[in-house]
């Protein structure tokens, strides 16, 4: 499958759950088991659960087959693996304490995301804020 149209079905996945701080790179350089890793937050288990079962879903769609997710368990920090890409789908303060960008970072792919997929998940007890009013 061509790598662009496998990246931006994940990203399209992640944008349907309301992921945030939508993350792409090109690893290419780096190793040979895959061509894209994909960070992105989650505000809760529940919602990490649910971006991974939906780039999990999308994938079975375009008939990947070998997908597999860890992770799920605690939620915290959920990985998809589709083979090409790996996707990692992570609350805020795991994300901001394991730093995966400093690691696979180097060389990020220009992707056109949703204003709320690159706005940063609130970390520790921090609240969102959703632009209304009271």
Do not use: C
Not at 13 to 20: F, G, I, M, S, Y
Not at 22 to 48: C, E
Not at 75 to 91: A, K, P, R, S, T
């Amino acid at each position: 499958m061509d790598i662009q149209k496998l990246q931006r079905a994940v990203i399209d996945a992640l944008e349907d759950v309301k992921a945030q701080d939508i993350k792409v790179f090109n690893t290419t350089h780096l190793t040979s088991l895959f061509d894209r890793v994909v960070i992105a937050s989650a505000t809760s288990n529940r919602q990490t659960r649910a971006l991974a079962s939906s780039v999990a879903d999308r994938g079975r769609a375009l008939n990947l087959s070998g997908i597999t997710i860890e992770g799920e368990d605690t939620g915290e920090w959920v990985v998809v693996d589709l083979g090409d890409v790996v996707v990692h789908i992570m609350q805020p303060a795991i994300r901001q304490y394991y730093n995966l960008e400093e690691i696979w970072g180097d060389k990020p792919v220009r992707v056109k995301l949703l204003p709320e997929s690159t706005r940063p998940a609130p970390i520790g007890g921090e609240t969102a804020y959703d632009g209304t009013d009271y």
